[in-house]
Each structure stands twice: as C-alpha cells, then as structure tokens.
C-alpha cells in the first residue's frame, strides 16, 4: 500500500498536466504524440479496417453479419461502405467487379469507387427484387448467374457497345394460381444487372438526349435512385424476351440513373419439342459463353 501512493500520485499529475517536469512531459506526449499516441490511434484507421477484414474473411463475407455490424455506429458503416462491402463483391464476383471497374486491382484507387456504391452492387449481387407488379416479394438469391452476353441482349442497336451483366432470371409461381388476375397460374421471372460506367454510357446518353421521362412511382430496389422504364423508352429489344424464354410483350425492365437495371417478364410454357429460350441470339447475333463473361455468385 506505501508504494502505491506515489505511483497513483504521478499518475494522476500526468493525467492532470502536474506542475512537475516528469508529470508535465508525460501529459505533453500523451497529447501531442509519442508511443501513447500510437496507442491510442490502434483502434482508428487503417488497422481498424484490417481488422475488420481479418474477421469477414473468416466468415466468409457473410451479408447477415456485415449488415448487423454496419448498424452499429456511423464509423463502422463508414468502414463498411468504404470496404468491406468492396471485398465482399470482390470475394462473391472477382470477374464482374473487374470488368466493372475496368481492370483496376481491387486495392487500386479507382476500385474504391462504382455507380450506386458497393453497398448497393453487394445487394444487386445477393437479393432478388421480385416482382411488385406480380406480388413476388423480394429475397436473398442463394445462387445467381451474371453474364455479359445477357447483358447483350437487353441492349438496343443504337446502344451496342455498353457493357452490361444481367442475371438469369429467378422463377417463382405467382401467388393465387387459377385465378382470375392477370397472369395467375403463371411463373413470373425476375432479373436484375448492373452498367459498367453508366455515365459515359450510349444508353444514358440517348435517354438524356431524348429527354425520357423518369417513373414517378418506381424507384431502383438497389440505391433508391429514380429509374427510366426501358420499355416506354423504346429500348427493350426482342432479343430481350428470347434470352430470358419470356412471352413476347410481357416484358418490362427499368434502369436508375446509377446504372443498376431491374425488371420482371412472364415466363413461357414450353413443350419438351421446344429449345430452350436463352440459347435464341442477342442483340450482337453471338451467344457462345466465355467463362470470363460470367460470375455465379452465392450466398
């Protein structure tokens, strides 16, 4: 107890800027640097994040847990936003964000950047949107397929050169079966996809230069952003419907002003006769599938 006194007494002249000269040059590192100052700065910055990587990479970047974490303080989701939602697009789709990023290495400053944000592409890559027009709730995609040469076949003459993935789309029975609504009894399809530089791209621009008119009740299910209907633009080709096996004119896909597209067709019924409807050729007449134009990506 006698040598505890002089210790908690130096202590405390640290701590309360002591007139002593030992005391007062302690209180001067602790402010303005010294090993304190790296000890204090452990839990700030880079070495937060790393952390936080270690830790989600061992979890396999799981979403659940990532949202749960971004939830907890404005610092953590700042972290989040900034890259732990990149490393999970990274981890869940390498070969799409690449393309999406224009090659850039994942620690490379211009991969730190993408239309909407990488929370959004995250939730783009992992949850079907459903349909609304259908009943079709939204949900977690086990497993998706994003191709660039579906992407193709959501694209117009006039706007051939965009790149664009687009999923397979994800079938469900629509609710109420034999009724009377439209469509009832039917599979109902939905998609979604993502622009590379949206931007710069010839599809904005001839929705710009056209002045399209924005939908004033529909917005993107990704970022919250307004979105152009495709189909009252008049850049819905046909090529559209056949890639997805739809029935011709039940088709209708929207794009926000961030580049993400989302949409929904009625499916055809097709007899074992008939072939398969994403084998019919896109807007660029080509639909051989390179394993560099896809990314199955799962929870």
């Not at 002593?20 to 602790?30: I, N, T, V």
């Not at 994003?146 to 629509?174: I, M, N, Q, W």
Request: charged share 20%; proline share 5%; glycine share 16%.
């Amino acid at each position: 107890m006698g040598e505890r006194g002089p210790i908690m007494r130096r202590l405390s002249g640290a701590s309360n800027g002591g007139s002593g000269g030992g005391s007062g040059a302690a209180s001067g590192q602790w402010e303005s640097g010294g090993n304190a100052a790296r000890v204090r700065g452990l839990n700030a910055g880079i070495m937060d994040e790393k952390v936080l990587e270690l830790v989600f990479r061992a979890l396999n970047w799981d979403p659940q847990s990532l949202c749960v974490v971004a939830r907890v303080s404005r610092r953590l989701r700042a972290v989040a936003e900034r890259v732990l939602w990149r490393e999970l697009c990274v981890s869940r789709a390498p070969r799409m964000v690449a393309a999406l990023t224009g090659g850039a290495p994942a620690s490379a400053p211009a991969a730190g950047r993408i239309g909407g944000g990488w929370p959004a592409l995250a939730k783009l890559l992992l949850f079907c949107c459903g349909a609304a027009g259908a009943s079709v709730p939204g949900h977690f995609a086990p497993v998706s397929r994003f191709s660039k040469t579906s992407g193709r076949s959501f694209l117009s003459r006039r706007c051939a050169g965009d790149l664009l993935y687009v999923s397979d789309p994800c079938e469900h029975a629509v609710p109420g079966g034999g009724g009377d609504a439209a469509g009832a009894g039917e599979d109902v399809g939905a998609y979604r996809g993502v622009f590379r530089g949206f931007m710069r791209s010839r599809t904005r621009a001839w929705l710009v230069g056209h002045r399209a008119a924005l939908e004033p009740r529909v917005r993107c299910p990704y970022c919250g952003a307004r979105v152009w209907s495709m189909t009252a633009a008049g850049l819905a080709p046909r090529s559209a419907s056949r890639r997805l096996g739809a029935n011709e004119g039940r088709l209708e896909y929207f794009v926000c002003v961030s580049g993400h597209l989302h949409g929904s067709c009625w499916l055809a019924r097709l007899s074992d006769s008939e072939g398969a409807g994403p084998g019919d050729g896109g807007s660029d007449g080509g639909d051989d599938v390179s394993a560099d134009e896809d990314d199955d990506v799962g929870l």
